[in-house]
């Protein structure tokens, strides 16, 4: 599949991962990242994305760490190094031991 519709499959997805989310019930956090680990399992890396960036802008350490994996992998993103190093810092600044 050529890389523009990967892209605009990821961009529909996470225009429709914004637009539920205000109705959506709020699950704990941890729920939350497993669910991301899934998806990230079943190769789903729109949802794992839509499921972490939340948490991780909250705080979570282990979605920012795995946000920062999603950046340095290309995984449903483009490999973005400063973007994975700043998940990355964000997490060790929290006590992320990796």
Same mark, same amino acid.
């Given at each position: 599949m050529p890389a523009y519709s990967h892209r605009s499959l990821l961009i529909l997805a996470l225009s429709l991962?914004? !637009?539920? =989310?205000?109705?959506a019930a709020a699950p704990h956090s941890a729920d939350l990242y497993k669910r991301g680990v899934e !998806?990230?399992?079943a190769g789903n890396f729109?949802? =794992?994305y839509c499921l972490w960036k939340p948490l991780a802008?909250?705080?979570y350490v282990e979605a920012q760490y795995s946000l920062g994996w999603m950046y340095a992998n290309g995984y449903g993103l483009a490999m973005d190094e400063a973007q994975a190093l700043s998940w990355w810092k964000r997490a060790a600044d929290r006590g992320h031991a990796d």
């Open positions: 991962c914004l !637009s539920e =989310a205000p109705f !998806s990230m399992e729109a949802d =794992a802008q909250q705080g």
